[in-house]
């Protein structure tokens, strides 16, 4: 079969859907063992039903965000425990 690049006006919206991606395109790749923090991760936007990419630094941050106050409250109440006995 002769390669042919297709140009991507021609690639109609819903051309590659799930059933014909394989799990090889993905999991086939060089894995990595480290991410440098201008590398980018594919994420699906729920909100906006959309692929979207995100820097490793960018993602990091955001999980910092979330996990950090978490982490705070967690030591807050255990000082209040240790405090207590």
Known sequence: ?????????????????DTKLDASSVSGQTATTSANNLDAFLLHDNATSAL???????????????????????NTLQMQKLNQQ
């Open 52 to 74: 979207k990419s995100i820097t490793a630094a960018n993602f990091i941050g955001s999980l910092q965000l979330m996990i950090l106050p978490k982490v705070q409250v967690m």
């Open 1 to 17: 079969m002769a390669f042919r690049q297709i140009k991507s006006p021609a690639l109609a919206n819903q051309a590659v859907i």
